[in-house]
């Protein structure tokens, strides 16, 4: 059965702090992994990525792919408020697309 | 931005009655989704369509369920008689290209079924 494992579920920073997230995956026809940001709604898309080892970067956040070892890492450097979310990791897989359970990330001034 | 739009975004309804959830997803995209996500809890696949016709579907898209995409710009999930714990966030999305390899999905902001 495909699976999307996320760690840590929770975390609690102070703003500044830089943060790593994590994502492993089981998933029959690997075709991208994918994240997102969820606050009230939607979640909104940060990054896609197919290939290993090339960096995705927008601002203060950055991704990672390793497809030999399955994961995904999601940083976060310079931690603010406006940064609380949830953050779900979801690999696609031929016509669907599976999410983890999601990071919930919480900045404390 | 183009944004995929979901309406109502609260519904209510009894038990046992059908509802559908209507979403008009982003005009040049090709590949529609639902998914839910039940309080709490994460982020689950319904089913997916492409070319009017359902690509995939999960083990929770039963019977109950149905999609359809009844002119050039609506997709609609009906859920046949419902139940108690059918009461979630559903969420429709759409990428421009189906096999996830090239393009993300855009979700809509979600409909809040809640079954009393």
């Known amino acids: 059965e495909d699976k999307v494992v996320q760690s840590p579920l929770s975390l609690v920073v102070h703003e500044g702090d830089t943060v790593t997230l994590n994502c492993s995956y089981e998933?029959?026809?690997?075709?991208?992994l994918l994240w997102y940001k969820q606050e009230k709604k939607a979640p909104t898309f940060l990054f896609m990525l197919t290939s290993s080892g090339i960096e995705k970067k927008s601002g203060r956040l950055s991704s990672i792919l390793d497809k030999k070892e399955l994961f995904s890492i999601l940083n976060i450097t310079a931690t603010q408020t406006g940064d609380s979310a949830i953050y779900l990791c979801?690999?696609?897989?031929?016509?669907?697309?599976?999410f983890g359970p999601g990071t919930s990330l919480s900045v404390i001034p | 931005e183009p944004e995929v739009t979901q309406t109502p975004s609260h519904q209510v309804t009894q038990m046992g009655q059908e509802v559908i959830l209507r979403c008009v997803p982003i005009?040049?995209?090709?590949?529609f989704y639902w998914y839910r996500q039940i309080l709490g809890q994460k982020v689950e696949f319904l089913v997916s369509?492409?070319?009017?016709?359902?690509?995939?579907k999960s083990e929770i898209f039963d019977d109950q369920f149905s999609v359809e995409r009844p002119d050039g710009s609506n997709f609609t999930l009906k859920i046949r008689s419902t139940k108690l714990e059918d009461s979630a966030m559903y969420f429709c999305a759409s990428s421009e290209q189906g096999k996830v390899l090239r393009s993300p999905l855009h979700f809509g902001n979600g409909t809040r079924l809640t079954v009393t």
């Open positions: 979801a690999v696609g897989s031929y016509d669907k697309v599976i």
């Open positions: 998933v029959t026809n690997f075709r991208s």
């Open positions: 369509f492409y070319n009017n016709e359902i690509s995939e």
């Open positions: 005009s040049n995209h090709l590949y």
